[in-house]
């Protein structure tokens, strides 16, 4: 079945950049979602790419997209203690029951000052 | 603020109990959805509504009852739960037809079962 993978922890110092990588196997996916929860809150939709694109860029956050090796990061320049939080990736077909969000267990990001 | 709220924000409820959890989305969405969030598994999609209807239901145990009254409330009907129910339960809602149908979540419930 299709499967969503990311590295479970990342730790990175205050002003610089992060990099979250994720990949996923269902070469159908058309639309992939990065989303943010910070302790004690859900989900917050953070950014989303459709699988035409190639790179979407929204102030500090950076998303790229390979799709022939099914690859997507999440780069947060100067990152910050607020960013602190589990970072999830999530994929989805395009109609159906492909709407339906395949997710990765999500990446703990912790920012040291 | 997401435009989704959640009641109660905790729940803890011993297993003869019977309780409900409430989701009220202000977002003009017609698909609404629970998840279980436990620790070091991936989100499980339990049920989702499209216009009131259900859409799916992922093998959940009979013990969880969704209800969907209309396009902004949904409720998850809890009884006999068992200790390993013990979670974070999300609510999200959604466009359909929506670039991307993204999901727009509540904060949750944090129930534990005793």
């Known amino acids: 079945g299709e499967d969503v ?6 730790s990175v110092r205050e002003g610089d950049s992060s990099v979250i990588n994720c990949t996923y196997t269902d070469s159908s996916s058309t639309y992939l979602y990065w989303y943010k929860q910070e302790p004690g809150a859900g989900l917050q939709l953070l950014t ?24 997507l990061s999440l780069r947060i320049a100067d990152t910050q203690t ?9 994929e989805s077909g395009n109609a159906g029951n492909n709407r339906k969000l395949i997710w990765g267990l999500g990446t703990s990001l912790a920012v040291n000052p | ?3 989704v709220t959640q009641t ?13 959890l409430k989701c009220e989305q202000h977002l003009g969405h017609n698909a609404m959805y629970w998840y279980k969030q436990s620790a070091k598994k991936p989100l499980e999609l339990m049920f989702v509504y499209n216009f009131k209807e ?9 013990r969880f009852s969704p209800e969907c009254p209309n396009s902004s409330h ?12 013990s979670a974070l339960y999300l609510c999200a809602s959604s466009q359909e037809g929506g670039p991307g149908y ?4 509540g904060p949750g419930t944090r129930l534990t079962v005793t």
């Open chain 2, 1 to 3: 603020e997401t435009g």
């Open chain 2, 102 to 105: 993204e999901q727009y979540f």
């Open chain 2, 54 to 62: 259900q859409t799916e239901n992922n093998s959940v145990p009979s």
């Open chain 2, 8 to 20: 109660p924000r905790h729940l803890v409820m011993g297993m003869t109990n019977k309780k409900s």
């Open chain 1, 48 to 71: 989303y790419i459709f699988s035409n694109m190639d790179m979407k860029q929204d102030q500090r956050l950076t998303v790229l997209l390979n799709k022939k090796d099914k690859h």
């Open chain 1, 82 to 90: 607020g960013d602190s939080a589990i970072y999830f990736c999530a």
């Open chain 2, 74 to 85: 949904l409720f998850l009907h809890l009884h006999t739960l068992q200790p390993e129910d």
């Open chain 1, 5 to 10: 993978e990311q590295s479970l922890f990342l």
